[in-house]
């Protein structure tokens, strides 16, 4: 079994494209997949079926999973069958025909205007790491990158006089998006006179954010410090790097952006993925419309 999935990483890898953070996702869920079969008595793929492939997804509900890791989970397994039937590796695919549970599309969780003012405001800028903060804070809201996308950025992927930044995205898929006039200042000012004094090796030479150690700022560390601002901002939400980017999404779009544009900026392969934040927005406009309108309160 391991060479299989092994066979199927690769395969993800290499002629898909697909992201670390993706791979490793697909490889968590099919071991513990594997793990179940195992202690069911199924030593082999060959001789796994529809019941036991529903069994497993029933004890990941019973294990109190979350919907959107049981579905994961199913998407998982289907895409490792289907592999392992096309690569001749297996005779049939047990999963064919099974449906992905379904989710309840949640509405994402979005800062108002105000709250993002204080968010930006929050880092002391007087220090070094207050200056990262609020460089990356800014470059967040700014361009609606995700955290591992923000991260990842060298100094290189950063073109202050153009006013853009170049980013890899999910699949290795590169994009530029426009960076504002007050985020590429606040990088600016980092750059010019905060990043050297956190730089402790020139083996980094190219990471733009590093932490106070000189290595590369991480997703975990970055998270961190987002949730200590946003715990000083608000009491009533918590703030993650998401939350950015949701932000980012519905600010454009409540103020008139083109939702290909926001899609394209986001780096969604399908536009039915960006369509949730015109929920968002008319759900917001209903709700301005509730507690403004004088004759909405009678």
């Known amino acids: ?12 890898s290499v002629e898909r494209g697909l992201a670390l953070n993706t791979l490793e996702s ?38 109190g999973k979350a919907p959107a890791t049981v579905s994961r989970s199913m998407v998982s397994i289907r895409a490792f069958y289907q592999f392992l039937v096309r690569e001749r590796l297996l005779d049939k695919d047990p999963s064919m025909n099974m449906e992905t549970p379904k989710l309840n599309k949640r509405l994402p969780k979005v800062m108002s205007m105000g709250e993002v003012e204080l968010l930006l405001d929050a880092p002391d800028v007087s220090t070094p790491n207050g200056m990262r903060d609020k460089a990356m804070l800014e470059v967040l809201y700014a361009t609606g990158i995700r955290v591992s996308e923000l991260t990842s950025l060298n100094l290189s992927d950063i073109h202050l006089g153009l006013g853009y930044i170049r980013c890899i995205g999910k699949g290795s898929k590169e994009r530029i998006i426009p960076l504002g006039r007050i985020a590429a200042q606040s990088l600016d000012q980092f750059i010019q006179t905060s990043r050297h004094k956190l730089l402790k090796s020139d083996k980094l030479d190219e990471a733009l954010f590093l932490s106070h150690l000189g290595t590369r700022m991480t997703r975990q560390g970055f998270w961190k410090l987002i ?13 993650t790097p998401h939350t950015l980017r949701h932000s980012f999404a519905t600010h454009l779009l409540e103020n008139g952006a083109d939702l290909r544009a926001v899609q394209e900026m986001l780096g ?31």
């Open 227 to 239: 949730k200590k601002y946003g715990s000083m901002v608000t009491t009533h939400k918590q703030v």
């Open 26 to 63: 697909y490889e968590r869920d099919i071991t513990k997949y594997m793990t179940y079969m195992n202690e069911q008595g199924i030593v082999s793929l060959k001789d796994s079926t529809k019941l036991q492939i529903t069994s497993y997804i029933s004890w990941l509900k019973k294990q």
């Open 268 to 298: 969604h392969a399908d536009i039915s993925t960006t369509q949730i934040y015109t929920h968002v927005t008319k759900k917001r406009m209903k709700e301005v419309y509730n507690r403004t309108h004088p004759r909405a309160k009678i």
């Open 1 to 12: 079994m391991l060479l299989q999935l092994q066979s199927f990483i690769q395969y993800l």
